[in-house]
């Protein structure tokens, strides 16, 4: 009985061996990205994504999710806002960007950003949204992070395509 218990040992060590070796072979970092040209004037895109009271009308999730004010501030650096149960802070912005930090209630932090490009002359403004993830070493988060683009793209793609048809 006590050499099957040891090769059960064994064999469960190498098994955690592999796998975690295999999924050290993925990259620590993970970004979804999504993009979308609006046909409307840079200052009022840049309203949108940097006001965080605009977010309800467009982004989705917020729309039927509370949104709580945690900041005095509503737009820009420092703004602070509870959606469901996680906090986003608007952490840097500039004239063509803005950064977000996303912290769950479990204290995982995503960054979150968008890139704002324009073409005065056709008043277009192209807008690229990101998620980025710091994925630790264990085997589950590693491979749990191929699954990212799946879940976060997709509700990216239809809340873009709002801000979009309410801008436009």
């Given at each position: 009985m006590s050499r099957l218990l040891k090769l059960a040992v064994i064999s469960f060590v190498i098994l955690f061996l592999i796998v975690?070796?295999?999924?050290?072979?993925?990259?620590?970092?993970?970004?979804?990205?999504?993009?979308?040209?609006?046909?409307?004037?840079?200052?009022?895109?840049?309203?949108?994504?940097?006001?965080?009271?605009?977010?309800?009308?467009?982004?989705d999730g917020a729309d039927s999710t509370t949104i709580k004010l945690i900041s005095t501030k509503t737009a820009?650096?420092?703004?602070?806002?509870?959606?469901?149960?996680?906090?986003?802070?608007i952490i840097h912005n500039t004239a063509d960007s803005i950064l977000t930090e996303w912290k769950s209630e479990q204290g995982n932090i995503q960054t979150s950003g968008f890139y704002l490009v324009t073409d005065s002359i056709h008043k277009i403004t192209t807008v690229q949204w990101y998620f980025e993830?710091?994925?630790?070493?264990?085997?589950?988060?590693r491979f749990?992070?191929?699954?990212?683009?799946?879940?976060?793209g997709p509700v990216m793609e239809q809340s873009l395509d709002k801000l979009k048809k309410i801008l436009e």
């Open positions: 975690t070796s295999i999924g050290l072979l993925f990259p620590s970092t993970v970004r979804v990205s999504r993009a979308i040209s609006i046909s409307a004037p840079y200052d009022t895109v840049y309203n949108y994504l940097n006001n965080v009271t605009h977010w309800k009308q467009w982004m820009g650096t420092g703004t602070v806002i509870k959606i469901g149960t996680g906090n986003v802070s993830q710091h994925i630790g070493w264990y085997p589950w988060e749990g992070s191929m699954a990212n683009d799946k879940v976060l």
